[in-house]
Nanobody
Framework: QVQLVESGGGLVQAGGSLRLSCAAS????????MGWYRQAPGKQRDLVAV???????NYADSVKGRFTISRDNAKNTVYLQMDSLKPEDTAVYYC??????????????WGQGTQVTVSP
């Protein structure tokens, strides 16, 4: 099995910054894609940013220029630096990882979610 543990959420004023972290552990051989989704109350879960193992990244239009995703492949960890936060960024942020397990199978794993609240 594979576990994803997130940290770094919280309450911040508009214009502030937060940094989320997500570490994978367990039967991890390698991680292809690793990134973040978010879900606001009453809305669907949407992609925020994703990074491949070779460093390619993709961002939602709404966060381009404000959020930066990065990975530490040696630590099986992904980070999301969130700057210039807006109230509309308020959501539960979920980490996702496409993991190649040590037995050779590939699976999608989700973290438990971390709340980010941005006050006006």
């Amino acid at each position: 099995q594979v576990q994803l543990v997130e940290s770094g959420g919280g309450l911040v004023q508009a214009g502030g910054s937060l940094r989320l972290s997500c570490a994978a552990s367990g039967r991890v051989f390698s991680i292809n894609r690793m990134g973040w989704y978010r879900q606001a109350p009453g809305k669907q879960r949407d992609l925020v940013a994703v990074a491949t193992r070779d460093g390619s990244t993709n961002y939602a239009d709404s966060v381009k220029g404000r959020f930066t995703i990065s990975r530490d492949n040696a630590k099986n960890t992904v980070y999301l630096q969130m700057d210039s936060l807006k109230p509309e960024d308020t959501a539960v942020y979920y980490c996702i990882a496409v993991v190649v397990e040590d037995r050779g199978s590939v699976g999608n794993y989700w973290g438990q979610g971390t709340q980010v609240t941005v006050s006006p």
